[in-house]
Antibody
């Protein structure tokens, strides 16, 4: 069965940095594009970033462009999201999710990792 | 950016009810529309893509429809495990945007 597991969340001061990881089990992540989606406490879902299966293309939401960087290491079956210049409004649960090919939809989700900027 | 809206924001219902949620896009998105279910404290679950294609393993009581700017999610006979918040999401153009959610709650 396909599973994703996020890690690396925590409490960080405004202006600080954090690196989130997303690891796959039960399947090879190298065959999938991967998104990050976040959810502020009590709020809705917001798409954050995307990386193509081979790392050749990345895309970011307007609110994180220039501050967050998505990358992947297919040899380790995992990927990362580097968060920099963090703001209180970046406080959220961060989920990684596989991309449903050709549909830009979010198929398999991890359980999330919480980031608090305070 | 494409804006997504959902109505209603809250939907009181009972087990066995037929419920319908409407999602509208600020411009035509053809059939590039997905639906997700989220139970409090859990990650979202992928239900439907391409406006009406059911993801593997999703019960057939869930049905999606629509195209262009107006879409619907219908649950034909609400089950106890269906009380949750439902989000639509457009995958027509980046940035990929979600609706604000519809909470289906116990009447």
């Amino acid at each position: 069965q396909m599973h994703l597991v996020e890690s690396g969340g925590g409490v960080v001061q405004p202006g600080g940095s954090l690196r989130l990881s997303c690891a796959a089990s039960g399947f090879s992540l190298k065959n999938y594009g991967v998104h990050w989606v976040r959810q502020a406490p009590g709020k809705g879902l917001e798409w954050v970033a995307f990386i193509r299966f081979d790392g050749s293309k990345t895309d970011y939401g307007d609110s994180v462009e220039g501050r967050f960087t998505i990358s992947r290491d297919n040899s380790k079956n995992m990927l990362s999201l580097q968060l920099s210049s963090l703001r209180p409004e970046d406080t959220a649960m961060y989920y990684c999710a596989t991309d449903l090919y050709n549909w830009n939809a979010f198929e398999v989700w991890g359980q999330g990792t919480m980031v608090t900027v305070s | 950016d494409i804006q997504m809206t959902q109505t209603p924001s809250s939907l009181p219902a009972s087990v066995g009810d037929r419920v319908t949620i409407t999602c509208r896009a600020s411009q035509s998105i053809s059939r590039f529309l997905s639906w997700y279910q989220q139970i409090p404290g859990k990650a979202p679950k992928f239900l439907i893509y391409g406006a009406s294609s059911l993801q593997s393993g999703v019960p057939s009581r869930f049905r999606g429809g629509g195209s262009g700017t107006e879409f619907t999610l219908t649950i034909s006979s609400l089950q106890p495990e269906d009380f949750a918040t439902y989000y639509c999401q457009q995958s027509y153009s980046s940035p990929w945007t979600f609706g604000p959610g519809t909470k289906v709650e116990i009447k």
